[in-house]
Nanobody, 126 residues
């Protein structure tokens, strides 16, 4: 069982930056592939980024070059550094975890994930 708690959301002006954190409880965090998703009002939840057990990160095209995802297994945490934010990035951001058999595995489909955080609101004003 894994519990996930996001933090770091808030209100920022367009062009600004935020850093989201997701802290995981439970054992064997290093065995989990992790993901960030977001959901804007009236829209479906969408993939933002994912990191494999060995730390390789992958990104949605909409955030590539602006967002950086990382993990710190010693702190049971993942991070999402978000730069050059624009109003289209406004959403509730969720972290998710899935136990992965292989170090290189990462997951883009939200249905693949077993555990979810409660979400943190990010609002970007124009």
């Amino acid at each position: 069982q894994v519990q996930l708690v996001e933090s770091g959301g808030g209100l920022v002006q367009a062009g600004g930056s935020l850093r989201l954190s997701c802290a995981a409880s439970g054992r064997s965090f290093s065995n989990y592939a992790m993901g960030w998703f977001r959901q804007a009002p009236g829209k479906e939840r969408e993939f933002v980024a994912a990191v494999s057990r060995n730390g390789n990160a992958n990104y949605a095209d909409s955030v590539k070059g602006r967002f950086t995802m990382s993990r710190d297994n010693a702190k049971n945490s993942i991070y999402l550094q978000m730069n050059s934010l624009n109003p289209e990035d406004t959403a509730v951001y969720y972290c998710a975890a899935k136990q992965a058999a292989y170090g290189n595995d990462w997951y883009q489909n939200s249905n693949s994930y077993d555990y979810w955080g409660q979400g943190t609101q990010v609002t970007v004003s124009s």
